[in-house]
């Protein structure tokens, strides 16, 4: 790929436990790599080996007895497979190094597998007449302290501890009740089964089952077993020593000169390659990183796609034990509906008085309409007192004014409130009549209560995009200049909800709306308690993220966090109660959806049912997750499942950053001493004899520490990271003709200023070592950026961290390639490159949901100037000038 | 209106009372539309200086007067209130304000001590004693809760002689008042709420009120040298008539069948399924009985009616039809609107109001000024406060003190203060606020020992609104500070405001509401699980396994020869043979 620079010394000496892993003898091999198959075959769904495999006492029978050999083998998952690998390999080399891999073989596989499974079946089944599964190389493990604690109790009888003396024999049995104690679902009496085999094995009765030596060995020399397999044991360890090699004087010394257990030259090859290997700091410090970023994407992504499965998720429960939904009776029926009616009658009429004649009603909110609505209000006995408001984005004005009306809490003192909005216009710009008449109806009829603790405040905006934003800010004093203060104001705000109905027909299910801006999302208890109250109570379905059907399949569930991180990862406002998420006030959206049975009374009691448990709280909602992804109504993921996923993902720029930097700490070496010995400098003291020794020293003298020349690479990044400044404020500032047009020209400027920046480059003749600094601070700044997006922006980070995975990869292209494959690859490159730049990522995602660019743009500048959204900063402080400094690496080398 | 009324009431009261002791009781009802009432229980009893002192007393509560010797208070002020004082729509408070306290419990007393250390403990002495008294948490009141205000109030009574007198105040924002404060306040009357108004006072209907405020002032009256020492209870509330005339049995608001809803039916599409609620029903009738649940139970046969037209009034619309208990006799007072009423002294006394088209209303008096304070910006480090002054008046400018006193862990930030002034024309323009602010008492607080204490004297011109804002920060409690209930927040106890109206003699006081104020908080359920689970672990596996490991074990003869090796063990053995050899001399030298 790249043409090796000097490498440093490796920073660790990973020899050891490399050559402990690669002495493993041939039997603990086989059985380390058949655990890793079951546990990997666990994996998939349709086949479950556990079932297949494990000891069942019950499913026991004569066609089933494959199960008495096969339960040591499999594992019930990752942490289970870790655990037992880790237990069991170091017992089982010790054994096998003793005995011979023919014995362990026999052992293993035949008596000492079956006979822990037969006492354990006896007991479990005949004595205590239950059925529990047991798995697991665990009992292997205990056989083996119990075989060798009575080896130890031969030599070193007692433990004492003061006047007591402790058998040694007995420490298995302390282990096993520990583990039993400490670790969950683990089987005591599995374990105690295998641990009095392991007695019995220890004590010699169970010699009968070893096959004879003289039978094993005529096996081995007949197939000659010793010369065909590596790794293999011999019967006969006294001819061939505990690997089957005899130390010779003249091997290599040093923790590192172990040699493998072989014989013969037939592995020849094999031992030099592993020995190039271990031995090659050009395998660690170049190929390694890129292993190991391509690595971590492909787990990133993985990680994703398990998310919906069911151990990786979880079920929802409310966690705010103060809310209590569905405790409650609601009221909210009978002769309310004959108001409802009333009302909506009463503001249908004043809709019909303007723009009649057209044949299509106006639909937009009137003074008279708002004049009705206030004197309905005050009529109800609220506190009602109105706001007006004007934005301005992208050359468009949009102003409006708020209604809102305080129910004051009979006794209260003013200190918490809770918000019912009711916008005019629905987030999709229909007519919310029947919200605004839902809200009215709940407003007389809330007065009448005396039990409330927190105000309710009903908010009526004209729309649901700025009339909330407005409100909000105002009544945390945070509004801009051209928002009018609010008048009237009670105490903090504990929840939200927003009533959308925006058609006549009755309805069949509800839409919970929940993402806020910038991705903040309201606490899960209110949601689960919307979800609770509706389902559960009213009988009302409930659904998210517009998955209209959904039958809790894989696909279904995947389906619908990919949408919900979609939607948080633009962070825009997706309803009136997005412009809550900031100011730390838990809101969500109830809208109605489809043509069922549901009328707006059952609407009316949901949000009854909600008010009533918000107005229960004590707190403020802390309990439950802020951090999740949710993937139907009752299953979410929470952050500490779902984040190494973008983590990872962030990890992978910062693994290859590191790597880069330690590269370009050393001065090169001439390149064809590297590519002849292609072996680590080797330590001075040891005893080499080999021709290797000249070339090494050689190398060792070449490769000293350099001096980093910082001044261009940083400049660059930072530079081009300032730079990203320009295009925010352009596509922040334009008016709302220019967005395509801006577009297209940012693709072009973004086409050419790579190539640009290369030609400055390759004029100021840039060594390969700037060059590598230059893509290791820019990705360095990169992971670092993504990783804390990540705890900020989960989806975001991770969408953003997909589209910058090919920056890791891309570099500038050796002088020293031929030049037409030369042109050829960073050409394409830059092709490749160009399709994942911002602007055509833009295109692209507008072509594929089917809306204009404007539309996304302008509701991108409307986020920036009214919501306070950051999405564009990270595009273009974060994403392009990492993205520019990726094209001019690969630009660099057409000049 | 009301004030001059109720003023008028007091005076005849006291000029009654200054002969000797002797107790008086009234009750003085008024509507407000919609639908409210005000109830304001009065109950004053007198008792002479020298009785009181000679511990000779007859209508003078004993438990308190007691309490009030040995804390050597000359002077006591206690309010239990709950809810907010709806000024738009019941106009000015009663009695000026003057008897209503912030949300929860507030007090404040003039002690007689030699210096401040005194004062504090005998004030100390006070809250414990009155907490007992009144079931309340009045023994909160630290020092951190306690203030001594320089302008926001003055004595009520005569002090005469009384030199060295000092006021301490202090408040309880988030207290709760209920039942178990009522009936420590009833013992307190001479017919402990058997008879008389009192028999009105039950915790259930009280307790429902949107508004309520218990007052007891002590103060010592003098006219020349003869002084009396005056116990007066008030307890003013209004109530909802509504909610209050629904009966106990069906408390729930369930929706009224369909046929009895009040209906515009002048609306075209008005239908059996269809109704516009009438926007103006009018004030429903309503009589005693039905409001609180019983009648007034005959006259307290201690009271003093001499003087007085009646003990229960009622200031109403003079075309609405009340109809009282048989029996009583009615008397109209000079302005149209006041009928007052003395029930019989021994049967049951009720009041029927008719309901009431509007046509005319009682003119409600428009409060001297509006105030408003609420916390504003976001977040758990920083905020803001915000007190909005509104002066309604279209001539007259306002002045007044303005007094609050902030916990320890709200840190004004007093150079952030800025006033923005919003004139008649409706344009908002920053000042300066010494334009606005006459004078300033500050008084920084001192973590964990004392709170802020700000007074301030300011003047809101006319027709203007006044906006005062400053920035402060919250401070960050260490894990005992915060109370072990659910963490809704912490209270701040509401600002007095002071009017000084020349014209009328006696101060104005309004109160804002209580706020509360969020502080970052620890979910203290997870550091306590975390700790308790891994120091289970810990101290079951690691600690008796680090034991065995670290412990040498030796037999006997060892550990005394390894001990012999040590400087102490050295030393020791030094020692004891310098002692043989010591006591080998001696006893050779015996």
Known sequence: MVSPAALPPLPFNPSRVRSYLLRLPLFTRLVVLVIILFWLLELQTVWSVVQWGSLIPDEIGLSTMYRLNTYPVIHTGFFHTFINLLAVTPLLERFEAEHGTLTAIALFIGPLSTLPAGIYLVIEKFILHSNTAVAGASVWAFLLLGSESIRTFKSNPYFSLGNYKIPTWTSPLFACVLVWILVPNTSFLGHLCSVLIGYLLGLGYLKFFVPPEKILRWIEGKLNLLGRLPHYVSVDQKTYGRYGVLPTAGAPGGERGTPMSFLGGSSMALKSSIRKLRNNPQFLFIRLPYILSFLCIVAGVVWLFLLPLDDYSRKNYISENALLPGQVHAYFSGSEQHIFRGYKKELEGLLGNEGSEEGQKNEERTPVISDKIQSILRAAGLKVATQEYEYTSSGISHRGENIYAIIQAPRGDATEAIVLVAAWKTVNGELNLNGVTLALTLARYFKRWSLWSKDIIFVLPPDSKTGTQAWIDAYHDMQPSTVQPLPLKSGALQGGLVIEYPFNHRFENLHIVYDGVNGQLPNLDIFNTAVSIAGGQMGIGTRLQEMWEHNGSYEKRLQTMLRGMVKQGFGYATGAHSSFMPYHIDAITLQTHGNGWQDEMALGRTVEGLTRSLNNLLEHLHQSFFFYLLMQTHRFVSIGTYLPSAMLIAGNFTIMAIALWLRTGYSQGSPNVIAATNDEKTSEKSPLTSPDKADSVEQETTNKAAERQLALPLSLVVGLHLLGLIPLYIFNNLSHGNYTLATLISIVTNALLPLLLAALLSRNSTTTQQTHLIKSLSLLLLGLFLSTLATLNFSLSFMIGLLCAPLSFVHRISAETAPVLRYTLSIAGLVFLNILSPPVVLLAGCAYFGVSVETVLMEAAFGWDVWGMWTQVVVWCVWWPTWVVGGALVGVSLF | ?590
């Open chain 2, 1 to 590: 209106m009301t004030t001059i009324f109720l003023f008028a009431l007091l005076v005849s009261a006291l000029s009654a009372a200054s002969a000797a002791s002797n107790y008086h009781e009234s009750l003085n009802l008024q509507p407000f539309p919609p639908s409210s009432l005000l109830a304001s229980f009065n109950f004053k009893s007198n008792t002479t200086q020298t009785s009181f002192e000679k511990q000779h007393f007859q209508y003078f509560p004993r438990a308190l007067g007691q309490i009030l010797q040995h804390a050597n208070t000359r002077e006591l002020h206690l309010r239990f209130t709950t809810g907010r004082w709806d000024s738009e729509s019941w106009g000015s408070r009663p009695w000026d304000g003057a008897k209503e306290g912030g949300t929860g419990v507030e007090l404040w007393a003039w002690i007689d001590a030699q210096d401040d250390e005194t004062a504090f403990a005998k004030w100390i002495t006070l809250t414990q004693s009155l907490s007992g008294l009144f079931c309340a948490s009045l023994n909160f009141i630290d020092s951190t809760r306690t203030t001594r205000p320089v302008a926001s109030f003055e004595p009520a009574g005569d002090h005469i002689g009384s030199e060295n007198l000092h006021l301490l105040h202090g408040t309880l924002p988030g207290e709760v008042v209920c039942t178990e404060n009522l009936t420590p306040f009833l013992k307190l009357l001479p017919c402990k709420g058997k008879a008389g108004v009192a028999s009105l006072l039950d915790g259930h209907k009280l307790f429902d009120a949107a508004w309520q405020s218990m007052s007891i002032d002590v103060r010592p009256v003098c006219a020349g040298t003869d002084c009396l020492v005056q116990i007066d209870q008030t307890v003013d509330i209004v109530l909802d008539i509504d909610r209050s005339k629904r009966s106990r049995a069906n408390p729930i608001p369930r929706p009224v069948p369909g046929d009895k809803l009040d209906c515009d039916t002048s609306k075209p599409y008005h239908a059996r399924d269809t109704c516009y609620p009438q926007e103006n029903p009018g004030e429903k009738a309503w009589s005693i009985t039905e409001l609180f649940g019983r009648s007034i139970s005959g006259s307290c046969p201690l009271a003093d009616s001499q003087g007085s037209d009646g003990t229960v009034c009622l200031r109403i619309a003079p075309e609405r039809e009340v109809r009282p208990s048989p029996e009583s006799v009615e008397t109209r007072s000079s302005d149209e609107f006041t009928r007052c009423f003395t029930p019989p002294p021994s049967t049951a006394f009720d009041l029927a109001v008719s309901e009431h088209k509007i046509q005319s209303t009682v003119p409600l008096d428009e409060p001297v000024l509006y105030a408003e304070r609420t916390i504003v910006g976001h977040g758990q480090e920083r905020g803001g406060m915000r007190i909005i002054f509104d002066n309604p008046s279209s001539s007259k400018a306002v002045d007044f003190i303005y007094f609050e006193t902030l916990p320890w862990f709200l840190r004004p930030y007093i150079h952030t203060l800025q006033a923005t002034i919003t004139g008649l024309d409706g344009v908002r323009r920053q000042v300066r606020t010494s334009e606005i602010i006459k004078e300033t008492f500050y008084r920084p607080g001192i973590d964990r020992e004392r709170g802020t204490q700000l007074e301030l004297g300011l003047s809101v011109p006319p027709g203007s609104r006044v906006t005062l804002n400053y920035d402060f920060e919250k401070a960050i409690l260490r894990y005992t500070e915060y109370p072990p209930d659910a963490n809704r927040g912490f209270n701040v106890a509401p600002a007095v405001i002071k009017v000084s109206s020349p014209e009328a003699g006696r101060p104005i006081y309004l109160r804002t509401t209580s706020l509360l104020l969020p502080l970052p908080t620890p979910d203290f359920s997870m550091p306590y699980n975390v700790i308790i689970l891994t120091s289970t672990v810990i101290a079951l596996t690691f600690g008796s396994i680090f034991n065995l490991l670290v412990r040498r074990f030796v037999t006997a003869e060892e550990a005394s020869a390894l001990r012999a090796q040590t400087l102490k063990g050295r030393l020791g053995g030094k020692i004891v043979a310098l002692r043989d050899k010591v006591r080998g001399k001696s006893s050779k030298v015996e």
